[in-house]
């Protein structure tokens, strides 16, 4: 099976701008979920789709928001861009045994998109 | 809100040495995984605790989840210079996401 992709890799943008990241999951995967990574933060979580619908959501401003397709492939957007947000933003997978409920499952996690805001 | 500390940040150990994180919950956790990130890496999926007092075992590394379903620790045996990277625990508080630990960043000197 193909692990969990993410594009871009690298991305260079400047305050102000909007950014969207894009991230495909293992196949079979209903799951995805999104984490910041900083040096001084750790992992963060960002928010997690499961079938299109938004389940858990961190402490993230509004300028943060994603969404999830039909064919679970998810991209998130980050608006008005602050030299803060650079960081590894990280996506995974998990398949999920039940419909509803959270995910337990181990998560998969992609390569991550690297952003850096001058 | 849920959170999940983790001590110590930073680790160097002489290779041989033995290694031990913590990881503590403000809150009954559901279950809790473990992750290592290499550098440059990303994080990749250890094993997952489920029931209280728990303890579990790969070849060097031992995986113990408290009684009170709060904390848990990661202990690996005569580190290996294989064994650097920064190693993660996360907690599932029933009906939320998974919040990871700030990471133990293991440096290890042969």
């Known amino acids: 099976k193909a692990g969990v992709t993410q594009t871009p890799r690298y991305l260079i943008k400047t305050r102000g701008q909007q950014v969207t990241l894009s991230c495909s999951p293992i196949s079979g995967h209903r799951s995805v979920s999104w984490y910041q990574q900083t040096p001084g933060q750790g992992l963060q979580f960002l928010f997690e789709?499961?079938?299109?619908?938004?389940?858990n959501k961190g402490n993230f401003p509004g300028r943060f928001s994603g969404r999830q397709f039909s064919n679970s492939r998810s991209e998130m957007n980050v608006s008005t861009l602050e030299l803060g947000d650079s960081a590894l933003y990280l996506c995974a997978s998990s398949s999920v045994p039940g419909l509803a409920g959270p995910s337990t499952g181990e998560q998969f996690f992609g390569p991550g998109t690297r952003l850096t805001v001058l | 809100g849920q959170q999940v500390m983790q001590i110590p940040q930073y680790q160097h150990v002489q290779e041989g040495e033995d290694f031990t994180t913590y990881c503590n919950s403000s809150t009954t956790l559901s279950n809790i995984q473990w992750y290592k990130q290499r550098p440059g890496g990303h994080p990749v999926f250890l094993i997952q605790l489920v029931k209280s007092g728990e303890v579990k075992k790969q070849k060097r590394l031992t995986f113990q989840f408290g009684e009170a379903k709060k904390n848990s620790s990661l202990h690996i045996t005569a580190t290996q210079t294989t064994d650097v990277g920064t190693y993660f625990c996360?907690?599932?508080?029933?009906?939320?996401?998974?919040?990871f630990g700030k990471g133990t960043t293991l440096s290890v000197s042969s």
């Open positions: 789709y499961f079938s299109e619908t938004q389940r």
């Open positions: 996360a907690g599932l508080q029933a009906g939320t996401a998974l919040i």
